[in-house]
């Protein structure tokens, strides 16, 4: 448990909090490429972290992104012209570059040379991995943007499902490193198989253990934590282990266990303290999906099972299309989507949850170690020290990997990938 000034500081990110001043000391993922794809398109309305932007692509094909409410009159900038490379103002034409330079000012005479005296705040940007990745942080200056873990090269295959959802960024992170959970509530689509490691076809996901009840081990990161699930493999029980080894990158990204056609990251960004924007992404391997694939998969395509806002049409007045047949049949939540299995688990717990009163077994102490680690993270924040993860030395992203796998008892998970455990494993 935590009490509820541990809570507040885990959960909380608007305003002055300091799991807001922590993360917007990261480059933050503040809305999909595919949502700003065209030049003077539809500008967007990006909310991250308890505050509002406008996104937009320019003429020449450049990215902006500006405070949502335009600095004259504070009408909203989303509803603006995107047009020759700036975004104009509907009310008094007011037009402002990428950079938050006015360059026009349709209201005010020319020899007034207002223009040159008005800046709107404008936010450095990066586009990468499928995402526009954007510097928050007004008081301190943008450092080098990094590749992500799930984006090592421009080469590599990326697809990404989005879904709004009324639920804090913490109990939807808690979810993604929970992997005692999964035997559970997505037991239909993560099926035990006598597979070598984990499998994944258009139908399934498969697992070759029945474990339901693993045994967990944590280790801190220069970046986060990362943590393995032991379970009995349904070959070679009494010599071997079932490894399941994710890594927690703070404060947004989970690599989960991949599969044998490819690799499964999540990225989570507070809209505020009561909703988050949830990336489920498939990456790389031999025979990664394309996004529509991944989606459809997922079950969580825009206009059928989401709305234009990424709202998933689910929900607890529908029951989140729960089939209660379905699970007379055997499956065993009537929910289709892993991701809208999660959904429901999600919201049904409340927009942020008190865990001031929750009991939790051995199987969470991954659950644990995040609650600790972030806690303590943003209470160092708030003291004046910098956020997890900014200072030297670095870990490069894309050179943490979660992992999976049957091997030997002996094998120390910790040093799965190096050439020693490798000769170990064969």
């Not at 035997?183 to 239909?188: D, E, G, I, W």
């Not at 607890?316 to 892993?338: C, L, S, V």
């Amino acid at each position: 448990m935590l009490s509820r000034e541990e809570n507040d500081l885990l959960t909380q990110v608007e305003g002055d909090a300091p799991m807001g001043a922590l993360m917007r000391q990261h480059w933050v993922p503040v809305c999909l490429s595919e949502e700003v794809a065209e030049a003077d398109g539809k500008p967007v309305l990006v909310e991250a972290i308890g505050k509002r932007y406008v996104c937009f692509r320019d003429s020449e094909g450049r990215l902006g992104l500006l405070d949502e409410l335009c600095p004259h009159r504070k009408a909203s900038l989303v509803y603006g012209r995107n047009e020759e490379c700036g975004l104009r103002c509907l009310y008094h034409g007011w037009k402002f570059d990428v950079e938050g330079n006015c360059v026009a000012m349709a209201s005010e005479p020319e020899a007034d040379k207002m223009m040159d005296k008005v800046k709107h705040r404008a936010y450095p940007v990066h586009e990468c991995g499928g995402f526009v990745w954007a510097w928050l942080d007004a008081e301190r200056e943008a450092p080098e943007f990094h590749r992500p873990a799930f984006s090592p090269d421009e080469d590599t295959p990326v697809a990404i499902l989005k879904m709004r959802i009324p639920a804090n960024w913490a109990q939807i992170t808690e979810g993604q490193i929970d992997s005692a959970h999964s035997s559970s509530l997505h037991s239909s689509d993560m099926k035990p198989a006598r597979v070598p490691g984990a499998a994944a076809d258009d139908q399934s996901w498969y697992r070759p253990s029945t474990d339901k009840s693993p045994r967990m081990q944590t280790e801190r990161t220069s970046y986060g934590f990362h943590y393995v699930a032991i379970r009995k493999p349904m070959r070679q029980a009494s010599s071997h282990n079932y490894l399941r080894i994710t890594e927690y990158i703070a404060p947004f990204t989970s690599l989960i266990p991949p599969n044998n056609s490819y690799n499964v990251a999540t990225v989570i960004v507070p809209v505020d303290d009561e909703t988050s924007h949830f990336h489920f992404i498939a990456w790389g391997g031999e025979a990664c999906p394309s996004t529509e694939q991944w989606r459809k998969f997922n079950h969580t395509v825009p206009g059928e099972d989401l709305d234009h806002r990424w709202r998933p049409l689910r929900s607890p007045e529908n029951g989140f299309w729960q089939d209660r047949d379905a699970m007379k049949d055997g499956d065993f939540t009537g929910i289709q989507g892993i991701p809208n299995q999660d959904l429901a688990m999600w919201v049904s717990m409340g927009a942020r949850v008190d865990r001031s009163t929750d009991f939790l077994g051995s199987s969470d102490l991954a659950i644990v170690e995040f609650r600790k680690l972030m806690s303590e993270a943003a209470k160092k924040v708030g003291d004046g020290e910098p956020a997890i993860g900014t200072t030297e030395p670095r870990v490069p992203h894309p050179s943490i990997s979660s992992k999976e796998g049957v091997f030997p008892k002996e094998v120390d998970w910790r040093t799965l990938g190096s050439d020693e455990a490798a000769e170990a494993a064969e």
